[in-house]
């Protein structure tokens, strides 16, 4: 069976999302995954989330991040090609 071809998936994740542990949730659901990536606040009061692996997982992962912690009203995304630059998943700086 081949191994599924990885993807990229940029989201911005809108509502009540700061203050509340979304950034170290998205981090635990990310790695449980075996995904690897990024996920930052922004200093408009969005996340946002840069992660790789195969789709179905990444849909996984966004699946999760609408339901949870805090109150997300939208999650707005963008999918690219890898480009494998990750090797682990990390919370990393504001922007």
Request: hydrophobic share 40%; proline share 4%; glycine share 8%.
């Amino acid at each position: 069976m081949p191994i599924p071809k990885n993807v990229r998936v940029m989201a911005r994740v809108e509502g009540h999302v700061q203050g509340v542990g979304f950034r170290r949730f998205v981090y635990d659901s990310a790695t449980e995954l075996d995904l690897t990536g990024w996920v930052r606040n922004t200093y408009a009061g969005d996340v946002e989330v840069c992660a790789e692996g195969p789709r179905a997982t990444l849909e996984d992962l966004l699946d999760t991040i609408r339901r949870g912690p805090g109150f997300v009203t939208q999650v707005d995304t963008q999918w690219e090609s890898a480009t494998d630059e990750f090797t682990i998943f990390m919370i990393v700086r504001t922007v």
